[in-house]
């Protein structure tokens, strides 16, 4: 009873538009950028709770560490190669000053960076962004292109919340890799892989300003 009510087409629809759209309006409108990790890992848990819940996978199965292969990573490698690049000359013609700011500035942060972006960052949004959204919003995206270009959309729109051009339409694109590694794969894990590389890049090369919720000025 409890798990058909979750999965009525009314509720999803609120469900949606709050955690898509009310909650990114108010921390943007209220530049709440600071308590971005507060609002990230309360959604998470509710996404995991609910997913979990009304599709009664186990969370190995949600995980599924398995598509983690040589031959699942060697596209995405690739991909990350030429996207770092692209982000490279990028910064060099946008914001040269920033450019490898962190690993002139701070050397000593970046391995604690490297290696837990992508737990306390990278896991919790691919769980919103693509497990979770991928299983509660088919009813109204599909499972095709779609579905790859609203979880883009509503990641970018997530990231407005730095108040600046380049974190959403970064973000957009980012969105649109990991959709679509998502929609080929059903794998939390690799999707998190895939989002860390990208990530740690942006705060190697200096992008990571423009993610930074420090830049944010109230």
Not at 91 to 106: A, I, K, N, V
Not at 174 to 202: D, Q, R, W
Request: aromatic residues 20%.
């Amino acid at each position: 009873m409890a798990r058909a009510a979750l999965q009525h087409p009314a509720f999803l629809l609120i469900e949606f538009l709050i955690l898509c759209v009310l909650v990114p309006t108010l921390i943007i409108v209220n530049t709440w950028a600071s308590l971005m990790f507060l609002f990230l890992w309360g959604a998470s848990l509710y996404a995991f709770g609910i997913h979990k819940y009304t599709t009664q996978k186990t969370i190995k199965q949600i995980w599924k560490w398995d598509a983690v292969t040589w031959d699942a990573l060697k596209p995405i490698l690739f991909r990350w190669a030429l996207a770092s690049i692209a982000m490279l000359i990028f910064l060099m013609w946008y914001d040269p000053e920033r450019l490898f700011f962190l690993p002139r500035t701070r050397p000593e942060f970046l391995p604690t960076l490297m290696t837990m972006y992508p737990v306390i960052s990278a896991l919790p949004q691919e769980l919103i962004f693509c497990t979770f959204f991928f299983a509660r919003y088919a009813r109204y995206f599909g499972n095709g292109k779609w579905m790859v270009l609203a979880s883009a959309s509503t990641f970018a729109y997530a990231h407005i919340l730095y108040i600046n051009p380049v974190a959403p339409t970064l973000s957009f694109f980012g969105g649109l890799i990991f959709a679509m590694t998502y929609l080929k794969t059903k794998s939390l894990a690799l999707v998190t892989i895939e989002h860390g590389l990208y990530c740690n890049s942006l705060f190697i090369i200096g992008l990571g300003w423009y993610f930074y919720s420090g830049s944010v000025t109230p």
